[in-house]
């Protein structure tokens, strides 16, 4: 059973670009939440899609974005990045909300320069 | 805002040593997870305690849960270097919202 693929692994962009993530979560998993890890703030919670409905969101502007399409991949958008945007990006997929826990992706690490 | 502290951050311990990391969070809540991370890499999940007074056990790792204390515990017994990763123990809020703490980074001596 695959696990959960985050595509790209790693990306260099520039201060004011914007960048869009992938995940796609286990399969038959439906839920989706997205993480940001940083030496400084440690992991962050973004958001969380479930159907492709955003049921949660944490305290990050209004810069990052997200949704969930019907095959339950989602994808994250940061748009006019800053360097400190500069993170590992992690998705986690489950079953669904509260179903037990959650499986992380590899992340994407991305630097803003 | 939930909060989960966590302690200590760093851990250097020598090998065939026991020690525990404590988990504390500031909210009611029955779910508490435990995640490795190697350098690099992703979070391996290594425990989920759903319930006050869970204890689960998986080789030289055991976690527990303290509901009422607000509190798990990560002990490790007979520390071998195999097990230098970070450990990160997490809440979850609301469906797959999880609060983490902020990491133990332990290290193993020979």
């Known amino acids: 059973k695959a696990g959960v693929t985050q595509t790209p692994r790693y990306l260099i962009k520039t201060r004011g670009q914007q960048v869009t993530l992938s995940c796609s979560p286990i399969?038959?998993?439906?839920?989706v939440s997205w993480y940001q890890q940083t030496p400084g703030q440690g992991l962050q919670f973004l958001f969380e899609y479930f159907s492709e409905t955003q049921r949660n969101k944490g305290n990050f502007p209004g810069r990052f974005s997200g949704r969930q399409f019907s095959n339950s991949r989602s994808e994250m958008n940061v748009s006019t990045l800053e360097l400190g945007d500069s993170a590992l990006y992690l998705c986690?997929?489950?079953?669904?909300?509260?179903?037990?826990?959650?499986?992380f992706g590899q992340g994407t690490r991305l630097t803003v320069v | 805002e939930l909060k989960v502290e966590q302690n200590p951050l760093f851990l250097s311990m020598q090998e065939g040593k026991n020690y525990t990391i404590y988990c504390n969070y500031s909210t009611t809540s029955d779910r508490l997870y435990w995640y490795r991370q190697d350098p690099g890499k992703s979070l391996e999940s290594l425990f989920v305690?759903?319930?006050?007074?869970a204890v689960k056990q998986e080789g030289r790792l055991m976690a527990s849960l303290d509901t009422k204390a607000r509190l798990s515990t990560l002990h490790i017994t007979a520390a071998v270097h195999d097990l230098s990763a970070t450990y990160f123990c997490a809440v979850e809020n609301t469906g797959n919202q999880f609060y983490f703490g902020t990491g133990t980074s332990l290290t193993v001596i020979p």
């Open positions: 986690a997929s489950s079953l669904s909300p509260g179903q037990g826990g959650a499986f």
């Open positions: 399969s038959g998993h439906r839920s």
């Open positions: 305690l759903l319930s006050n007074g």
